[in-house]
């Protein structure tokens, strides 16, 4: 198994701190948020490969960090050729990009390089091995207020997603989808198809939807905390966590 880490945003949501430093590369207690994800996926031996996508502004950026940090990890930093907010190639941009440009053609974990979490991801991708089939990562945030600005998802006894809707007016539910997908490498081949359709590749939401359509999708509950840093409140939160514990 391969994984991905998305870092090709810009977030201009956290300027001044992410003017010239990517949001992945900020500190959270210390660390690089990126190096609090590695560490989250060391323990899983079947992970090999590690791709960064990053923008052509970090990708320099991403070549320093990497050359100073020692991992068991084969990593590779990716330049998607993008260069301001306006022409980013999206998520499911990014990841189309990658797996034309490694010629990837195994199991994939995919990972937004803003997602900081607790979870081991032991049962996330225990279940993957023995279903092989699409498995996200699923957080209650306790709140369908909040609900409202994620993806809501409803599932069955067996866990699989009946519903997938992203950032509804109103939300039925406090479950939501977290950047954390598994992905067997027989559903990738949509990827490039589902973006010559037409549909919007900054939505990673909305592709789990057209696959939820048509495919059995599993969702797996993160234990402990999971953050999403798309906010000076947030990142503020996660160092709070990350700090006292």
Known sequence: MQCIIFCAGYATRLYPLTKDTPKPLLLVADLPMIEHILGRLDPHKQITKVHIVTNDKFYNTFV???????????????NDGTKNNEDRLGSIGDLDFVLKAADITEDVLLIAGDNLFDDGLGDLLGIFEVHK???????????????????????????????????????????????????????LRNVHDYLAAGNNPDLAGN????????????????????????????????NAHYRNR
């Open 207 to 238: 592709y789990i939807k057209h696959l939820a359509e048509n495919n059995e999708i599993f969702a797996v509950p993160l234990e402990g905390r999971w953050f999403d840093i798309g906010s000076l409140d947030q990142y503020q939160a996660a």
């Open 64 to 78: 320093q960090w990497k050359n100073a940090f020692r991992s068991r990890f084969d990593i590779t930093i990716h």
């Open 133 to 187: 089939k699409p498995v996200i990562g699923v957080y209650d945030i306790g709140s369908e207020e909040l609900a409202t600005r994620f993806g809501c998802v409803e599932v069955d006894r067996r866990n699989i997603i009946t519903k997938f809707e992203e950032k509804p007016a109103k939300a039925n539910t406090t479950l939501i989808a977290t950047f954390i997908y598994a992905m067997p490498a027989k559903m």
